[in-house]
């Protein structure tokens, strides 16, 4: 079973190298690190995952990004933007994850979303970085954001992953901690461990057993 | 004056949480400022009220903090959403949780990571660091000098490559 932070972001964005953050999510209680733009290896028991980040405004620049770049063994993850965006996001072959979704204006995400999501098996990824960082508003709009897409979720039963976005290994919490802090906004504990089990699933999905002749 | 007898006194826990990166030094002081902060922010002056968080004693890589009974979970919580002691970044991972401090003190010695050897001098990307390593592979590099000083966490691996 995969435990993964679904993505952090080491040095150069960071403070800590790549080898130290999969130190530190190893005595953490993660088996796993998604990171963009790296080549896959195991440090120290823990398995780095690259990650694929597309941030742009227009379906057509992300299937541009999704044919130079998806593919092989990363996992795709896109930025959310507007209701509709979001839709044509979730019906491209490719994406794995759909982000930034707490920063997202209120309807962007909807039952329809949500339906499509789970049909496609497109997870739906929690930041937790404002939850922590953030403050007043800023952190009282994530929570609310956060609590809606609960909702939906036990509702239509997309994917989840739970992402820390640490910048630092100071930013990384403990799958405890995490537990702890996904209550705020109303996430069950088993529903947590289901969401930090994602990732594996994304990358290798069930598929029809062959019998090999 | 009379002690309250023990039934109708306010039930306390007791929470025993790691600060990293250790050695830091954080002020005592600071660190009840930072959790009361985090708590409050989090919950608001009512429920903060409620938690009555405190922090009882604190050495270079623990810190032991006292709230209300069945306020525990929201510190926790709170705990978690610390990321500075004054102008010092840390985090503050909790350990464990019990009703006495006697029993929590108990726990001290295990919970406490290993010391970091002796600081060296390191040259990287044209700066010099003060290199701390602990036992294991993990090295923190702080910036000499005065004030604003980089942190960067690096490993022995790391270091070796430069």
């Known amino acids: 079973m995969t435990v993964a932070d679904a ?55 992300v299937s541009g990004q999704l044919r130079k770049r998806g593919g092989g063994q990363s996992l795709v993850m896109v930025n959310a933007g507007e209701n509709g965006f979001n839709r044509a996001v979730l019906n491209l072959k490719g994406v794995h994850v759909l982000r930034n979704l707490c920063m997202t204006r209120k309807q962007s995400f909807n039952h329809v979303c949500a339906r499509q999501a789970a049909d496609r098996g497109v997870a739906i990824d929690l930041d937790l970085y404002p939850v922590i960082h953030a403050s007043g508003r800023t952190r009282q709009r994530v929570l609310v954001r956060s609590g809606e897409l609960i909702r939906l979720y036990s509702r239509y039963r997309f994917p989840l992953t739970i992402s820390s976005n640490a910048r630092s290994v100071l930013d990384l919490r403990s799958v405890e901690e995490i537990t702890l802090l996904c209550s705020l906004f109303g996430m069950e504990e088993d529903d947590v461990q289901a969401a930090l089990t994602t990732v594996g699933g994304l990358l290798n999905p069930p598929a029809p057993v062959r019998v090999m002749p | 004056m009379k002690p309250l007898p023990p039934t109708i006194r306010t039930k306390k826990r007791y929470i025993l949480a790691g600060i990293e990166p250790p050695g830091t030094g954080a002020d005592q002081k600071d660190l009840y400022h930072a959790i ?51 102008d010092r970044k840390i985090v503050l991972r909790p350990r464990a ?66």
Do not use: W
């Open chain 2, 36 to 86: 009361a902060d985090a708590v409050t922010s989090l919950f608001g002056d009512i429920r903060a009220a409620a938690i009555s968080p405190a922090v009882i004693s604190s050495g270079p890589d623990h810190v032991i903090i006292r709230c209300t009974r069945g306020g525990e979970q929201d510190l926790r919580i709170a705990l978690s959403t610390v990321t500075a002691a004054g």
């Open chain 1, 7 to 61: 993505c952090i972001h080491p040095c150069p964005e960071g403070d800590s190298s790549l080898r130290r953050m999969a130190v530190e999510a190893g005595e953490l209680g993660f088996d796993s690190i998604v990171v963009p733009d790296v080549t896959p290896f195991i440090y120290s028991g823990v398995r780095v995952i690259p990650a694929v980040l597309i941030a742009e405004e227009s379906v057509r620049a």
């Open chain 2, 97 to 162: 949780t019990s009703g006495t401090l006697h029993a929590l003190r108990k726990r001290l010695p295990q919970e406490v990571p290993a010391r970091p050897e002796e600081p060296a001098e390191v040259h990287f990307g044209g700066r010099v660091y003060i290199a701390r390593r602990y036992q294991g592979q993990k090295v923190d590099l702080m910036e000499k000098g005065i004030k604003r000083q980089e942190l960067l966490f690096l490993t022995q691996n790391d270091l070796e490559e430069l």
